[in-house]
């Protein structure tokens, strides 16, 4: 099983610049949500999907967007990359919202210059 | 901002010695997980408390969660250096709104 599959692992965006990542799961889960993490900050809810169709904000949502097309897949768009931006980013997925285990995705380090 | 804080930020122990991360929430919840980060790393599930008062182990590793479902602990015996990492707990704030939401978490570093 791939589990939850992450890409890219690294990206270097110049201000301004917009992007995709992406984020895959191969396990029917339905929960999946996208954080991201900051040095001493621990993880922060970025966004979240209950289901294919359905999303939702987390604590940080804003400049970025989340859609949830297919069960499997969660892409989350940086719509103008800012500095503040740069952090690592990580998908995860579980099988419904109600706290059952969270599966992670290798994380995404992303740096805007 | 976050409302489940995790203390100590930084632990540096010797290697044999016992660890604890304590992690408090300003809401009561209706369950705790916990999470280890290798360095580099992505976060992975420990375990999940449910109960009042439940204590469960894992090895060398004791959970913990308060009476009044508003802290939990984790506590290392005789660590070794593959319990180098960062230790998270986690739990959903509201009743109803299972969001997890995370502690700012332990980074826990082993001196051989």
């Known amino acids: 099983n791939a589990g939850v599959t992450q890409t890219p692992k690294f990206q270097v965006l110049k201000t301004g610049q917009s992007m995709t990542l992406q984020c895959a799961q191969d396990m029917n889960h339905e929960y999946m949500s996208w954080y991201r993490q900051d040095p001493g900050m621990g993880l922060r809810l970025i966004h979240y999907s209950v289901g294919a169709g359905i999303t939702d904000q987390g604590e940080v949502p804003n400049g970025y967007n989340v859609s949830r097309s297919t069960t499997e897949d969660f892409p989350l768009r940086l719509l103008s990359a800012a500095p503040s931006q740069t952090s690592v980013y990580f998908c995860a997925s579980s099988f419904t919202d109600r706290s059952t285990e969270a599966f992670f995705g290798q994380g995404t380090r992303l740096t805007v210059v | 901002g976050q409302q489940v804080m995790q203390i100590p930020q930084y632990q540096h122990v010797q290697e044999g010695e016992d660890f604890t991360t304590y992690c408090n929430s300003s809401t009561t919840l209706s369950n705790i997980q916990w999470y280890k980060q290798r360095p580099g790393g992505h976060p992975v599930f420990l375990i999940q408390?449910?109960?009042?008062?439940e204590v469960k182990k894992q090895k060398r590793l004791t959970f913990q969660f308060g009476e009044a479902k508003k802290n939990s602990s984790l506590h290392i015996t005789a660590t070794q250096t593959t319990d180098v990492g960062t230790y998270f707990c986690?739990?959903?704030?509201?009743?109803?709104?299972?969001?997890?939401?995370f502690g700012t978490g332990t980074r826990l570093t082993i001196i051989p």
């Open positions: 986690a739990g959903p704030l509201n009743f109803g709104n299972e969001k997890l939401t």
């Open positions: 408390l449910v109960k009042s008062g």
